[in-house]
């Protein structure tokens, strides 16, 4: 009986290391919250926003991708990639309570050590931007995200949406008479590399917030000079003579991005 | 004996009123299937350039078996309450599974309030079905008509008595899913089997498939004002300053989809507000009042095929569509402004953009006899 008892202990214990060749190596789980904030408020579409020209502005729809979003290690600690991509999406932003609430991933087994910051790829990288979409994973935010941000006349994805109502004459209200914006930039060109310093330890079995922002007025603004919404030439991203202003609100993800 | 009669009286009652019935009436005890092999063939698919991968759930997997017990179901009036109607009576094979009415009659002629929608692709959308979006899968999609007063009027409780009676079904369902005994023939299987066949409906054999997605070389593929047609749908400006942009790609792209799978208000209807809108669409399901007067934006392949135009069948040919976009519409706070106003339009630029359209018509599936109705 004892024997058996033994045995059993045995079998058990073998069992259990079964799953686990090597001893365990230490990881944490990292949650990524990314919100929405227009001038460091929450950001809420269809809300009647201030613009720097003095007239208002409306945003509906703002979503963007992330590539290779990835946690720069600190001296011995080597680089982590979190995700290769993510598609962000503020379409429920509708009010307050929803726009305070940040569209969340997790990311789990991520090594522990000392970490100096991130570095996001804001747009679709090169070699997903012209994978074949035939061969796209189905739970891929590439395949979810086809339709929606493919655009075919570029062979190149929409790396991020954002469009709305510009009150042009001034009235304070929105009507045929303003003028609409759509902004899409794509193309392997304006893939822009965004890098934010700041250390963060991540501990064994830890949980770890990871809080990212992305305040829509930075994308639109800088050194307090707007985007001319009045003007033709910056209402729209669509071809490739637009390409200058793709690069430019592009560019802004710099200072867009708080960590 | 006859007491041995009474017992084995009892204990089949017994077991019949066990079988698939909680409020305790009795079901005939149907019939054993086991008889008839079950062994189904995987079938795979082939994704033609320009769409993208397709998800099959896990738990409907394609089979050969299941695709045509879904084709025959699709194309079977049995699922009516007067077996006058089939799926196939408001989704035409030659219609790209549409048809050409503004509200396609159901049984006893009734009608609903929306037009039918073409079901070319439509295993490749992954936001929803119907107009306003409001069913997530095929599988849960194929079992509202059956049960709309507009459409099929009848009930799920008889379709499946209807095919737990039919020798041909009771087959085809053992050969597709395994069941043991008829009375397994649910409604869920023969959603499942629809599904099947209705992911197979791929198309991808237009003009424009062809030059754009299959760089077929052929230069004259599609005419000048084609082409130019083409640039107004895609924004093509290349520079040239005064161009005419019809902005179309932003809500109909998505590659060989010819739809961008987005809910938009395409500024068809006149509201004074956002609470106006007779068919609320979107709006009504999610309760947004930004998302009312939203619809899916659809597939314009083989859109040629399929006037009237819109949910509501309001436009008869592509012309007055053009011209809708053209004018800008009507205007409400969710009207995403810059898109549906298109710019520069001259009729020359018109008619560009309607030939354009035509260049979406694949009829090469018409001969395809694994989409045909299998009992003509």
Sequence with gaps: ?259 | MKKLVILAIIATLGVMSCKDDDNGTPTPSGEDLTGIPYDPTPHELTIPPGLPSMEIPADNPLTVQGIELGRRLFYDPILSKDSTISCSSCHLLTRSFNDNTAFPPGVGGLVGNRSSMSLLNVGFQTKGFFWDGRSQTLEDQALHPIENPVEMAEIWDNVELKLRRHADYKQRFREAFGIENSNEITKELAAKALAQFERTLISANSRYDKKKFQQDPDPFLLTDLEVDGQKIFYDDLLGEPGAATGHCAHCHDGGALYSSEVYRNNAITQVASLSDFPDKGLGAITGNLTDNGMFKSPTLRNIALTAPYMHNGMFQTLEEVVDHYVSGGHYADNVVLLSISPQNFTEYDKQALVAFLHTLTDTSYYDNPAFANPFE
């Excluded at chain 1, 001296?75 to 979190?82: A, C, E, M, P």
């Excluded at chain 1, 999406?89 to 100096?116: C, H, I, M, S, W």
């Excluded at chain 1, 994973?137 to 075919?152: E, K, N």
């Excluded at chain 1, 917030?209 to 003007?231: H, K, P, R, T, W």
Aim: aromatic residues 14%; contains cysteine.
């Design chain 1, 1 to 259: 009986m004892r024997k058996f008892a033994f045995l059993l202990f045995l079998a058990v214990f073998a069992f259990s290391c079964k799953d686990d060749e090597s001893p365990k190596t230490p990881t944490a789980t990292v949650n990524l919250h990314f919100s929405a904030t227009y001038d460091g408020a929450p950001f809420v579409l269809f809300q009647t926003l201030d613009y720097p020209s003095g007239n208002a502005i409306r945003f509906q729809n703002f979503n963007f991708f992330a590539s290779k979003i990835t946690l720069l290690g600190e001296g011995s600690t080597t680089d982590h990639l979190l995700s290769a991509v993510e598609f962000f999406d503020f379409k429920d932003n509708l009010d307050l309570a929803a726009a305070q609430t940040p569209l969340v991933r997790n990311y789990e087994n991520v090594p522990v050590g000392t970490y100096k910051g991130i570095k996001i790829d804001f747009g679709v990288s090169e070699e997903s931007n012209n994978a074949a979409s035939g061969n796209l994973p189905t739970d891929s935010p590439l395949r979810q995200a086809f339709a929606s941000h493919y655009w075919s006349d570029w062979d190149s994805y929409i790396f991020m949406k954002s469009e709305g109502i510009y009150d042009k004459n001034g009235d304070g209200t929105f009507d045929q008479n303003d003028q609409g914006f759509e902004h899409h930039p794509g193309m392997d060109a304006v893939l822009t590399s965004v890098t934010k310093l700041k250390s963060f330890n991540l501990e064994d079995g830890q949980t770890f917030d990871l809080d990212l922002v992305a305040d829509v007025f930075n994308i639109y603004v800088e050194n307090g000079v707007e985007l001319d919404l009045s003007d033709p030439d910056n209402q729209d991203t669509q071809s490739l003579s637009d390409l200058p202003l793709a690069e430019r609100l592009m560019g802004h993800w710099e200072q867009a991005l708080q960590f």
